[in-house]
């Protein structure tokens, strides 16, 4: 949490343009970006146009550009696409909605060693929410290779 303070710090002296420039670059969706500043998407495409925007929000998306600065260097080479999978396989809580509620700490803990471990996910997701296996685990759909070759989905099995 230290390095993302610190990297937040570095990148909230830059212009918000500047800010918004690598956020598009980073493949997030603007709606993404919106919900990680706490604004609408008309907000964030005021900033495009070169409006202002409070001092609250600049920090806000340099929190966000330091965030993905530490995902590229722990080889992340998609980090929109990591931040947008689900934190554990079956369970409806992924690390952008984490990082939304606030929990980038959480976030960090996923990519400590670039594969976290399964009681490490679990840890995270009892931080989380420590009801997660009762209300964000769905285990009434799968997803399976259908014969086309395409990631579909189907009813489970029930055990």
């Known amino acids: 949490m230290d ?11 830059r212009d918000g343009g500047e800010l ?35 001092g609250a929000r600049r920090l806000a998306l340099a929190r966000i550009v330091a965030l ?9 080479s998609d980090p929109a696409s990591w931040l947008e999978m689900p934190v554990k396989e079956g369970v409806a809580v992924s690390r952008l909605e984490l990082l939304i509620q606030g929990r980038f700490d959480l976030v960090l803990l996923l990519i400590a060693d670039g594969t976290a471990p399964a009681v490490e996910i679990d840890r995270v ?20 290779l259908a014969s086309d070759g395409v990631v579909s989905i189907r009813v489970a099995p029930q055990a």
């Open 125 to 144: 997701l009892d931080e989380y929410d420590p009801d997660w296996r009762s209300s964000l685990v769905d285990d009434q759909f799968e997803s399976f």
């Open 68 to 76: 993905l600065n530490i995902l590229g260097e722990h080889f992340i």
């Open 20 to 54: 918004l420039a690598d956020l598009g670059n980073s493949g997030l969706a603007w709606r993404d970006v919106a919900r990680l500043a706490g604004v609408t998407v008309p907000a964030v495409q005021k900033w495009r146009r070169g409006e202002g925007m409070s």
């Open 3 to 13: 390095d993302l303070e610190a990297r937040q710090q570095e990148a909230a002296a």
